[in-house]
């Protein structure tokens, strides 16, 4: 007997939409057809519509900053949160500083995620000191144990590493068949334009916007775009904000270099004006929302495909003396910590961005937001899609419900949500984990720690090209190999 079957509601993938019922055993699908018989319990999914649990692969969770100041959620607040938005799965990190050793970096976050977790996830591995012992050592171990992608930042004083650093990471993950997933930002354009706004006295935060310019994402992009040819590194740019950023991947993709791209709610919904009210230091993120123009051309990049998957890049700091005012209550706009909470809302967003508005079909919604993360980040043999075998990580949505986002409805610890006032159609009624039914009525139904860890390799998004640039080349050059 099956021990849970979703009746007849409308069943969607990455590329199929049917009507069928979802039987599932043992936490997997394990039946998919018309008229499953018998289960222990059915849930009646007439009129509904059926995706996977979302996976949302960008996201800081109970992450120490630079600062020493960590983020609002714990993994039990901010798991409680995703599973309540219908995200099943996700992917923060292990995040090193400077100093740290990446091994004990990784134990501890793994003990973290153990007490709270309540959805299943993987962990990026954030790299600050490339030292020789890092590279040749601890990365090739920790991914053998099942962290398959790697973080960097080419700003942030404290968290940043040089091009040349940057090559000796992107080259070890090619020898462990790793993804390198990058935030790519000019640091000297940012260091330059904040200086300069300080010294002149603006420094409210609509200022964090113009010190980030978007040139220097685009730059920093196609710098590191050339990195990864150099050595033949497939890469994720992480929360593309700009139409240029875009368009640098749209053309290293077309020339088949292995790129993939992230943009985030934030980009697809704000604009820079939010960081103009008030309350303005709730919207500092990096990159800042831009423009409506760019908004446009995110979208188009998403519907073409030069963009893959839309993740929160949740990072949340509550809106007093804890986070967002630690500096007082009218800080400059460099003594904001960057981020917003997102992990709740990205779900519903885009289901009615992109399924109740009509922009793009179902199926894209569940390729954007569960099947392409799932893919390139190696987690496609258990999650990502409803297909029997798999976990069974289902949301099953009230495609009609009008629900509109506000701060008293967040279950986060940040307090606020970004799109206070937005009402969206289409909300996650019933969300099932491994095939239990985690999320009814509103409610959460898991206790903190059973949310699973996912071991992966980098996996087949992750392998490299063969076609090295020709200088590293040891066919096309001198016959040594230099990688
Ligand atoms: N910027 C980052 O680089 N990380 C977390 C959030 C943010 O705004
Ligand atoms: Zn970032
Ligand atoms: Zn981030």
Not at 219 to 240: C, G, S, T, W
Request: proline content about 5%; glycine content about 10%; overall charge negative.
């Amino acid at each position: 007997m099956l021990d849970l079957v979703i009746r007849g509601g409308t069943v969607a993938t990455a590329c199929d939409v049917v009507r069928c019922d979802v039987g599932i055993r043992e936490g997997r699908i394990a039946m998919l057809g018309e008229g499953l018989g018998e289960a222990a319990r059915t849930i009646d999914a007439e009129g509904k519509v059926v995706t996977p649990g979302g996976i949302d692969s960008h996201c800081h969770i109970e992450q120490l900053s630079a600062s020493g100041i960590r983020n609002a959620d714990t993994f039990e607040t901010a798991t409680r949160s995703a599973a309540l938005g219908g995200t099943t799965t996700v992917i923060p990190f292990a995040c090193q500083h400077k100093g740290m050793d990446l091994f004990d970096v990784v134990r501890d976050y793994h003990g973290l995620a153990e007490r709270g977790a309540i959805i299943d996830y993987a962990l990026h591995l954030i790299v600050t000191e490339p030292t020789e012992r890092l590279l040749s050592e601890q990365l090739p171990r920790l991914v053998s144990d099942g962290h398959g992608s790697i973080k960097l930042f080419m700003t942030y004083d404290a968290m940043r590493l040089h091009d040349e650093e940057v090559l000796d990471v992107l080259s070890a993950a090619r020898g462990l068949g790793a993804m390198v997933c990058v935030h790519a930002e000019n640091h000297g354009m940012i260091t330059w334009m904040v200086r300069r706004l300080l010294d002149r006295g603006y420094a409210a935060p609509k200022f964090h916007a113009v010190s980030h310019p978007r040139l220097g994402e685009a730059e920093a992009i196609q710098r590191l775009i050339a990195m990864a040819e150099l050595v033949d590194q497939p890469i994720m740019i992480f929360h593309v904000s700009t139409a240029e950023g875009a368009a640098t991947i749209r053309a290293a993709r077309g020339r088949g270099v292995k790129v993939w791209g992230e943009t985030c709610p934030q980009y697809l919904f704000l604009t820079v004006a939010e960081l103009d009210r008030p309350d303005g230091a709730k919207w500092c993120c990096s990159p800042p929302p831009r423009t409506e123009a760019d908004q446009d051309a995110l979208w188009q990049a998403l519907e073409r495909g030069d963009l893959s998957t839309v993740t929160s890049d949740h990072a949340p700091f509550a809106y007093d003396e804890t986070g967002k005012l630690r500096a007082g209550p009218s800080p400059t706009f460099k003594e904001i910590p960057n981020g917003m909470p997102g992990l709740e809302a990205r779900m519903p967003l885009m289901f009615d961005a992109i399924v109740s508005s009509g922009r793009m079909a179902l199926t894209d919604f569940v390729r954007i937001t569960a099947t392409a993360p799932a893919e390139i980040y190696n987690l496609a043999d258990r999650k990502g899609s409803i297909a029997v075998g798999k976990d069974a990580d289902v949301v099953v949505w009230d495609a009609g419900r009008r629900v509109t986002l506000s701060d008293d409805k967040v279950s986060d610890a940040a307090g606020y949500t970004a799109y206070a006032g937005r009402t969206v159609t289409g909300w996650p009624e019933v969300v099932v984990r491994r095939g239990e039914v985690i999320v009814e009525d509103g409610t959460l139904h898991a206790a903190p720690g059973s949310g699973r860890f996912l071991p992966r390799s980098g996996g087949r998004a992750a392998a490299p090209t063969g076609r090295l640039a020709p200088e590293l080349d040891p066919a096309k050059n001198f016959g040594a190999e230099l990688g």
